[in-house]
T-cell receptor, first 111, second 115 residues
Framework: RKEVEQDPGPFNVPEGATVAFNCTYS??????FFWYRQDCRKEPKLLMS???SGNEDGRFTAQLNRASQYISLLIRDSKLSDSATYLC????????????FGKGTLLTVNP | GAGVSQSPSNKVTEKGKDVELRCDPI?????LYWYRQSLGQGLEFLIY????????KSGLPSDRFSAERTGGSVSTLTIQRTQQEDSAVYLC?????????????FGPGTRLTVT
């Protein structure tokens, strides 16, 4: 099993739709979880840290399920500008600093 | 405030030449990371610095790759005798340990093309 796995997509959704991505991780000792957004030919930008209690930032909600070892990202009322690749990142159990990234899920929001 | 900066933004080099890539982290960020992202691939961890020391070099793909950091700030990644498979985007990130979540912030990257 890969350390961090994501459904590569692509996800094609209409404007206004709700879309959810999952990311599974293999190391049960992992403590830090993040979602990044990466636009084409740009650097990853931190979208959200994922806390145990879950967290919400506007239209974006992140959840952590430790029992099943996955994190999720929910985007409500999607906008054209949400089109990007969404990367999850998980720290490598034994260290707080080292992040392992998934390969990303491509989202296209259509008018 | 200023984010992570990297230079050059693009570098084209001939196979066998050495290249130096530079990263200037966010002011006050003591941790610095180098990653590489090949076309269609995920981010591959290369090396981590805490201050000037590199406690984790485990991701460096070969001894042609080296990195240093001076003054707890700027870092350079050097690739000697470049090969075509070194072509990728090299990304630098920094973070401020002490925060529980170790959030990493990325620079714009250096796109390296080895011909």
């Amino acid at each position: 099993r890969k350390e961090v796995e994501q459904d590569p997509g692509p996800f094609n959704v209409p404007e206004g739709a709700t879309v959810a991505f999952n990311c599974t991780y293999s190391n049960s000792a992992s403590q830090s979880f993040f979602w990044y957004r990466q636009d084409c030919r740009k650097e990853p930008k931190l979208l959200m840290s994922v806390y145990s209690s879950g967290n919400e930032d506007g239209r974006f909600t992140a959840q952590l399920n430790r029992a099943s070892q996955y994190i999720s990202l929910l985007i409500r009322d999607s906008k054209l500008s949400d089109s990007a690749t969404y990367l999850c990142a998980v720290n490598s159990g034994g260290s707080n600093y080292k992040l392992t990234f998934g390969k990303g899920t491509l989202l296209t929001v259509n008018p | 405030g200023a984010g992570v900066s990297q230079s050059p933004s693009n570098k084209v080099t001939e196979k066998g030449k050495d290249v130096e890539l530079r990263c200037d982290p966010i002011s006050g960020h003591t941790a610095l990371y180098w990653y590489r992202q090949s076309l269609g691939q995920g981010l591959e961890f290369l090396i981590y610095f805490q201050g000037n020391s590199a406690p984790d070099k485990s991701g460096l793909p070969s001894d042609r790759f080296s990195a240093e950091r001076t003054g707890g700030s700027v870092s350079t990644l050097t690739i000697q005798r470049t090969q075509q498979e070194d072509s990728a985007v090299y990304l630098c990130a920094s973070s401020r340990p002490g925060l529980a979540t170790y959030e990493q912030y990325f620079g714009p990257g250096t796109r390296l093309t080895v011909t």
